[in-house]
């Protein structure tokens, strides 16, 4: 009977197991050969010998190459020499499937070329580790969201009218008619609140930016969520608990994985509450710090890494322009030349992790911002429509699945954080 390879580990001197699993590499010394077999669960050495080992078993992990995948049975033998102090002492070797001999994840590969072998890469046990640690994240989102009472939707990502500009949007031909992936699921999330009040939806997004900074993806995972008559305090409070519950909560589930990569995640970081600052007064950290601002500018990465720089935990930046945010941002009676907009930008530099704010719900201002930015309202005709029947107050965010792991695992890239990642420059495999 199969048994996992983190089973085997743990069993006692001279039990007979039988592993499947692939050969991460071969090491011949005469008629002592080493396998280290990898399944799903670990890495075990495996040791076949000659005089203990049947004799077609010698000659198969003769000819064994690496990532030929395999059927081992033998003994479990503690050995302190052997990596995890655990080795097999082969009885007999099954090829599942050999392995042509020009494996070509090597030593020394360029990170161009691991990302485009990524379907073969993606089996080290580091990537894998990386998958299961976003999965416990998702997870964690998902019983966050459930406790507050918040139902998940599935919206459509093929749409005809821009969320966030119409710069950004790849276009589909949809039938012989124009038709764009989505940036956002923002406005189907505005009109489910209508039935049920609170939604969270985790699925891609599309963005055709041309960045090319560590924190830009053309597809990314959006988590997003809209609130019924949640004003801006109301919805900073949410994403602050989330951020703070996903975070502990993904430090605990994913814990070996963390430490399997070298990292260890900083929950001090996510200790509530976190600074609110408005706009106004983020420019003038960057003023304190040297960096030239005005008002109307938009804070890109390198203004976001100064501002975020000044906290220890995530800060939200709130009331930014109007000229800066989408048209569909409510504009604050206070004072009329800002939004009810709220950032949140994680700190060490990582910048913004969640975008969000309060919407307009009344028909006229709504329309009128749509004018004013040279939109057509019959593109969003529908969009119009919530503010006629029964609007009421309502807030929502948006924040990317690579981004928080990017900063929680002090990550490189967003990409990384992704099985097949998509940018500017890559869409294979
Ligand atoms: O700030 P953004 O553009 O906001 C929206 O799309 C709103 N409609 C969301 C909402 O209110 N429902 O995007 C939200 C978040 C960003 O803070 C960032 O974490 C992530 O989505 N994001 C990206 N992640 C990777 N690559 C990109 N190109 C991203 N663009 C946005
Ligand atoms: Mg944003």
């Given amino acids: ?14 039990t007979e197991v039988e592993v499947w699993g692939w050969v991460r590499n071969v090491r011949r010394h005469g008629k002592l050969i080493f396998l280290d077999l990898r399944d799903a669960s670990g890495i075990v050495q495996v040791a076949v010998k000659g005089g203990v080992a049947e004799d077609s078993a010698l000659r198969v992990a003769e000819s064994l190459r690496r990532e030929s995948s395999v059927k081992v049975t033998g003994t479990v033998k503690l050995d302190e020499r052997a990596p995890s102090g655990v080795e097999i002492r082969c009885k007999r070797i099954e090829v599942i499937s050999l392995a042509e001999e020009d494996y070509p994840i090597r030593p020394k590969i360029g990170p161009k070329k691991l990302y ?17 640690i976003r999965s416990n994240l998702l997870e964690a ?36 008619k124009k038709a764009y992936l989505t940036q956002s699921v923002q406005f189907y999330q505005e009109a489910a609140i209508f039935g049920l009040e609170r939604v969270y939806s985790i699925q891609p997004s599309f963005r055709a930016e041309k960045s090319r900074t560590t924190r830009h993806l053309s597809e990314f995972w959006h988590i997003e969520a809209e609130i019924s008559f949640a004003d801006l305090n109301a919805l900073m409070d949410v994403v602050e608990e989330m951020v703070n519950y996903v975070v502990n909560r993904t430090a605990e589930t994913s814990y070996r994985e963390i430490k399997s990569l070298n990292r260890s995640v900083r929950t001090e970081e996510v200790e509530r509450p976190f600074p609110r600052i408005k706009y106004a007064e983020a420019l003038e950290i960057l003023e304190r710090r040297g960096v030239r601002t005005y008002w109307g500018i938009d804070l890109g990465a390198d203004e976001e890494r100064v501002i975020s720089t000044e906290f220890e935990r995530p800060v939200f930046v709130t009331h930014f322009p109007k000229e800066v945010k989408a048209f569909y941002h409510k504009v604050d009676e206070e004072d009329p030349r800002v939004t009810l907009s709220a950032d949140l930008l994680a700190p060490r530099g990582n910048g913004e992790i969640v975008g969000g704010g309060v919407r307009i719900d009344r028909y006229d201002q709504l329309i009128e911002r ?7 309202p019959k593109d969003y005709s529908w969009y119009l429509d919530l503010r006629r029947y029964g609007s009421v107050p309502h807030a929502g965010f948006g924040i990317g699945v690579e981004r928080v792991l990017k900063w929680i695992l002090d990550l490189p890239h967003v990409r990384t954080a992704c099985l097949f990642p998509r940018t500017p420059t890559r869409v294979t495999p």
């Fill in 370 to 376: 749509i004018y004013q930015f040279g939109l057509d």
């Fill in 141 to 176: 989102f998902r019983e966050f969201f459930r406790s507050r009472g918040f139902v998940e939707i599935n919206c459509p990502s093929i749409i005809t009218a821009a969320v966030e500009g119409g710069s950004t949007l790849f276009e589909v031909n949809y039938f012989g």
């Fill in 1 to 14: 009977m199969r048994r996992p390879i983190e089973e085997v580990l743990q069993s006692p001197e001279g």
């Fill in 116 to 132: 485009d072998y990524r379907h073969l890469h993606l089996r080290s046990p580091k990537i894998a580790s990386l998958m299961r």
